[in-house]
T-cell receptor, first 115, second 112 residues
């Protein structure tokens, strides 16, 4: 099915463990993004990528690592999970960065709980 | 730093009413503004995208306007239905940094 898919949908992990959230899009969009959504903070940008092998930090990047070896995949890794990283994580993609096209398209999200 | 505010934070209306959701932003240097719908426990669904050069966009019962100079956008929902119940988010794409900044959302409940 075409679109943007995230996996897993739900994840429980322990403090200190490494965990990777996956994001895959089928449109060959150049730009991909990771956001987290928390009550009281709304949606905040973690990392974004303009193309394969080009990534940049967002507003709340500490404790996260990304890679983009292929255009269609943009995994997000929590190197050593902390309870403050309990959140809902959304991946998004966009054809254009500076407007035009269809804007942003979001995945269904991954609900991560760190215990 | 761009700040996006949505008023009201929550709204409850009877079915059939026309309603307006408001979004304001502090920095008018934007590329576009996008309205999203989010159902509980779900992802974001794009409703309307307005480029900075446009004044409004329409899709079915939804109409969004943009007044960039005053930093305001409104989402008008005509003849509301219970299925419209959701959280509505607006987001601006900033020229500085090329990032989306989101508002806090308006939680809408349409009662049958």
């Amino acid at each position: 099915d075409a679109g943007i898919t995230q996996s897993p949908r739900y994840k429980i992990t322990e403090t200190g463990r490494q965990v990777t959230l996956m994001c895959h899009q089928t449109w060959s969009h150049s730009y991909m993004f990771w956001y987290r959504q928390d009550l009281g903070h709304g949606l905040r940008l973690i990392y974004y990528s303009a193309a394969a092998d080009i990534t940049d930090k967002g507003e709340v990047s500490d404790g996260y690592v990304v890679s983009r070896s292929k255009t269609e995949n943009f995994p997000l890794t929590l190197e050593s999970a902390t309870r403050s990283q309990t959140s809902v994580y959304f991946c998004a993609s966009s054809l254009y960065l500076t407007g035009g096209g269809d804007g942003y398209t979001f995945g269904s999200g991954t609900r991560l709980t760190v215990v | 730093k761009q700040e996006v505010t949505q008023i009201p934070a929550a709204l409850s209306v009877p079915e059939g009413e026309n309603l307006v959701l408001n979004c304001s932003f502090t920095d008018s240097a934007i590329y576009n503004l996008q309205w999203f719908r989010q159902d509980p426990g779900k992802g974001l669904t794009s409703l309307l995208l307005i480029q900075s050069s446009q004044r409004e966009q329409t899709s079915g019962r939804l109409n969004a306007s943009l007044d960039k100079s005053s930093g305001r956008s409104t989402l008008y929902i005509a003849a509301s239905q219970p299925g419209d119940s959701a959280t509505y988010l607006c987001a601006v794409r900033n020229q500085a940094g090329n990032m989306l900044t989101f508002g806090g959302g308006t939680r809408l409940m349409v009662k049958p």
